[in-house]
T-cell receptor, first 114, second 113 residues
Framework: EADIYQTPRYLVIGTGKKITLECSQT?????MYWYQQDPGMELHLIHY???????EKGDLSSESTVSRIRTEHFPLTLESARPSHTSQYLC?????????????FGPGTRLTVT | AQSVTQPDIHITVSEGASLELRCNYS??????LFWYVQSPGQGLQLLLK??????LVQGIKGFEAEFKRSQSSFNLRKPSVHWSDAAEYFC???????????FGGGTRLMVKP
């Protein structure tokens, strides 16, 4: 059973506010990811990290930023939230097992910007 | 670039009936293929994966999938569906040994009693 946590689970916030979505994992995985998922749609990778002090942008352009100061922690920040940021954000971490990587997902944060 | 297509957006089956969810991929090299399930308000859970060997792979919860290279497909099957299987199912293709995933649009499964 994977242990990856996201807080808050739900967030409703006004336009222009700064927000940080938290993601933590207790498995010691080096690789971590942030995905954005609109309702009924596929997941799009917005950020990933291969380890401490490593961050990269994903396939989908995002105004958010991430940091990786500790292995277990991979927070995502929006400096000024806008209604277009309304979405579900999923955090994941991965480990290599049986010849390939497997990603483990957190429960997600559903963000609504009014 | 890789891509994944799940042709069926919604599927409804009766409880106890068999199930097949379709997945087609596009990728130049040998693919790493995954099926995930997402229950409402939850994250994704890995059902099964394929990257080499036997083309019929078994997963959790009684699911299996068959890799067919000639058809670029990786369809998910279950012989008898339970009401608790109602969820969203995502197929994904991975590069770098599965490290980077590209997801399909998902198939929403509904189960009739």
């Amino acid at each position: 059973e994977a242990d990856i946590y996201q807080t808050p689970r739900y967030l409703v916030i006004g336009t222009g506010k700064k927000i940080t979505l938290e993601c933590s994992q207790t498995m010691g995985h080096d690789k971590m990811y942030w995905y954005q998922q609109d309702p009924g749609m596929e997941l799009h990778l917005i950020h990933y990290s291969y380890g401490v002090n490593s961050t990269e942008k994903g396939d989908l352009s995002s105004e958010s930023t991430v940091s990786r100061i500790r292995t277990e922690h991979f927070p995502l920040t929006l400096e000024s939230a806008r209604p277009s940021h309304t979405s579900q954000y999923l955090c994941a971490s991965s480990v290599r097992t049986s010849g390939s990587y497997e990603q483990y997902f957190g429960p997600g944060t559903r963000l609504t910007v009014t | 670039a890789q891509s994944v297509t799940q042709p069926d957006i919604h599927i409804t089956v009766s409880e106890g009936a068999s199930l097949e969810l379709r997945c087609n991929y596009s990728y130049g090299a040998t693919p790493y293929l995954f099926w995930y399930v997402q229950s409402p308000g939850q994250g994704l859970q890995l059902l099964l994966k394929y990257f080499s060997g036997d083309t019929l792979v078994q997963g959790i919860k009684g699911f299996e999938a068959e890799f067919k290279r000639s058809q670029s497909s990786f369809n998910l099957r279950k012989p008898s569906v339970h009401w608790s299987d109602a969820a969203e199912y995502f197929c994904a293709v991975g590069t770098l040994a599965g490290n980077m995933l590209t997801f399909g649009g998902g198939t929403r499964l509904m189960v009739k009693p």
